[in-house]
C-alpha cells in the first residue's frame, strides 16, 4: 500500500482499536513515518515551528515575501523543497498530507478550508477567523472531515498544565456552582487608520498576494516593520487584515476560559468601547455574551474585557490590573483568578470552608500535554484527536467576533448559533460576513 494511501485508511478507521501507530509498523524514524508538510508563512511566527518540522518532510514552502521565502529554505535546510507565493498553488502541490499556516489573519479561514478540501491535516496560526461567517464555514467542513483529518488552531499555551488544573478545579467544585467567567487582556496599540501610500513595493514582496481577499489597500512599509514573530502588530489592527485584540492575545487568554466551561455559541451579545473607527478596531472594548446551561452547569454569562476595560477587582487584597491577560471564574462559593501559569481561589466571606469541595486524586487528573505542535503531528499519524481542533477553536472565535459585530451596531443582539443568525438586528446580519476581492473563494 502507498505510504499516503496508509495514511488514509489508518486516518479513516478512526478510533478503531485495531489500528497500530505508524510508528509501530513503518519503524519510529523511518522515512516512511513522514509527513509530507507544506509550510505557509516561513517567517515570523512560522519559525516557531521550524523545530517540530525538522522531524518531518517539508517538500513546499509558500511565502509572499521571497526573501523570506529563502530564509525559511535555509534554516530548515530543505532546499529542495518547492517554492510558491501563492498558497492556493502551494496548496495544489502533489503529495501533501498535511499544512502548517502562518500567514495574515485575513487568509486563515481561507487556508484552512481550501487545505481540508483537498484531504489535508492543517495547524493553523490563531485566530481561525476573522468573521463569523469565516468561523462557521471552518467548522463545517472540519465537520464533515472529522474522521479523517487532523486540525490544531495555534492557541499553544493550551500547553501549559495550570489550563487543565484551572478546569478541574472549576469541575469540581472549588467556587461552588459556576455563575460567569471574564478574560482581559491589557496590550493597546492605538492607530488612527490604514497607513497612507508610501513608495512602491519592493521586488521580493507580491503585495497584492499579500492583500488577498481583502480589500485593497495601498502599500505602504508599515504594515511590514515589525520584528519575526511580532510583525502580526503592524497589521492586524486593522478591519481588513485582523480583529485587533480579539485575534491577538484575545485567542489565547479566551481559550484559558474556554477550556474550562464546555461552551458553544452564546445565545446574546453586546459589545462597547471606544467610538467605532471603520478602519480600525477598538482599542478599549468589553464584550458580554450569554452562554446557555450544559450537561454540568447552568446558564453563565461570559465576557472579554480588552484595552484598559476590566472586570471589578473580586476581593480588595486582588488587584486584576497586575495580571496582563487573565480569566476570572465567579461562582457561588467562590472565585478563581488565574493568568497562563498560575491560579489563586479566593472563597466567599469568613465563613467559607471548603468543605463543600473534593480535590481529585493525583490519577485522575488530566494527563500533560506533550507539545502542542507536537500533538497535532501526532493525530495526524494517529487518532486525529487534538485539544484545539476547528470545532472547539470555531465556536470561541465566532462568539468573539459576535462581540465585535455588537459593538458596531452597539445594542445587545440576540442569536442562534445553529442557524448563524442575528435574531434581532438586520444591520448586524450583515455584519457577520466580510466582503472579498474578485477572484477569491473563502470555501475553494
Ligand atoms: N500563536 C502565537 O503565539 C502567535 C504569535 C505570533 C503570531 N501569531 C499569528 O501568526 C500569524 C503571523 O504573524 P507574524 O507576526 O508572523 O506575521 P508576519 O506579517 O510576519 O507574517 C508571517 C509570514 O507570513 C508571510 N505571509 C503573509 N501573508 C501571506 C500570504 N497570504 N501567503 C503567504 N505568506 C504570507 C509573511 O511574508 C511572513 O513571512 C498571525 O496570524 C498571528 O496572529 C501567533
Not at 53 to 80: F, I, M, S, T, W
Not at 157 to 185: K, P, Y
Request: one cysteine or more; a neutral charge; aromatic letters at 10%.
Amino acid at each position: 500500500m502507498k505510504r499516503r494511501q496508509f495514511l488514509r485508511s489508518a486516518a479513516l478507521a478512526g478510533a478503531g482499536t485495531l489500528i497500530l501507530p505508524r510508528a509501530r509498523l513503518f519503524g519510529a524514524g523511518a522515512a516512511s513515518n513522514k509527513l509530507n508538510v507544506a509550510l505557509i508563512g516561513t517567517w515570523g511566527r512560522g519559525e516557531a515551528h521550524f523545530g517540530v518540522l525538522r522531524g518531518e518532510n517539508v517538500v513546499a514552502l509558500c511565502d509572499v515575501n521571497e526573501e523570506h521565502l529563502a530564509y525559511g529554505a535555509q534554516k530548515l535546510n530543505v532546499p529542495n523543497a518547492k517554492q510558491y507565493v501563492d498558497w492556493r498553488e502551494c496548496l495544489d502541490h502533489k503529495g501533501l498530507d498535511a499544512v502548517v499556516c502562518c500567514t495574515t489573519d485575513q487568509t486563515h479561514a481561507f487556508v484552512a478550508n481550501w487545505a481540508m478540501n483537498r484531504g489535508l491535516h492543517v495547524y493553523c496560526e490563531k485566530p481561525l477567523a476573522n468573521s463569523v461567517e469565516e468561523a462557521r464555514v471552518v467548522r463545517v467542513n472540519y465537520l464533515k472531515n472529522k474522521g479523517r483529518l487532523a486540525t490544531q488552531c495555534g492557541t499553544q499555551r493550551h500547553e501549559f498544565e495550570n489550563f487543565n488544573r484551572v478546569r478541574e478545579l472549576v469541575r469540581d467544585g472549588a467556587i461552588g456552582e459556576l455563575e460567569s467567567v471574564s478574560a482581559w487582556g491589557n496590550r493597546q496599540i492605538p492607530r488612527p487608520g490604514y497607513l497612507p501610500a508610501k513608495g512602491e513595493p519592493p521586488k521580493y514582496l507580491h503585495y497584492d498576494l499579500w492583500i488577498g481577499p481583502s480589500p485593497f489597500h495601498p502599500y505602504n512599509p508599515g504594515y511590514f516593520a515589525g520584528g519575526p514573530g511580532m510583525n502580526c502588530l503592524s497589521w492586524n489592527m486593522y478591519w481588513d487584515f485582523g480583529s485587533g485584540q480579539i485575534g491577538d492575545m484575545g485567542s489565547h487568554t479566551m481559550d484559558l476560559a474556554w477550556n474550562a466551561i464546555d461552551a458553544a455559541l452564546p445565545t446574546s451579545a453586546e459589545g462597547k468601547g471606544d467610538p467605532f473607527n471603520p478602519e480600525v478596531t477598538p482599542v478599549r472594548l468589553e464584550m458580554h455574551f450569554d452562554h446557555p446551561a450544559n450537561d454540568w452547569r447552568k446558564a453563565i454569562q461570559v465576557a472579554w474585557y480588552q484595552g484598559g476595560a476590566m472586570p471589578e477587582n473580586p476581593y480588595r487584597a486582588v488587584d486584576l490590573n497586575r495580571i496582563d491577560h487573565g480569566a476570572m471564574f465567579e461562582g457561588s462559593k467562590g472565585v478563581l483568578v488565574s493568568d497562563f501559569t498560575s491560579r489563586l481561589i479566593v472563597p466567599n466571606g469568613d465563613k467559607a470552608d471548603m468543605t463543600y469541595y473534593h480535590p481529585r486524586a493525583k490519577e485522575a487528573l488530566i494527563p500533560k500535554m506533550h507539545g502542542f505542535q507536537q500533538e497535532w503531528l501526532n493525530a495526524c499519524k494517529g487518532n486525529l484527536k487534538t485539544s484545539c481542533d476547528f470545532e472547539y477553536s470555531s465556536n470561541l472565535i465566532e462568539q468573539m467576533l459576535l462581540g465585535l459585530v455588537a459593538y458596531r451596531v452597539g445594542k445587545k443582539i440576540g442569536y442562534d448559533g445553529a442557524a448563524g443568525k442575528v435574531t434581532d438586528n438586520t444591520a448586524a446580519n450583515e455584519l457577520l460576513r466580510r466582503t472579498y476581492r474578485p477572484g477569491w473563494t473563502l470555501n475553494g
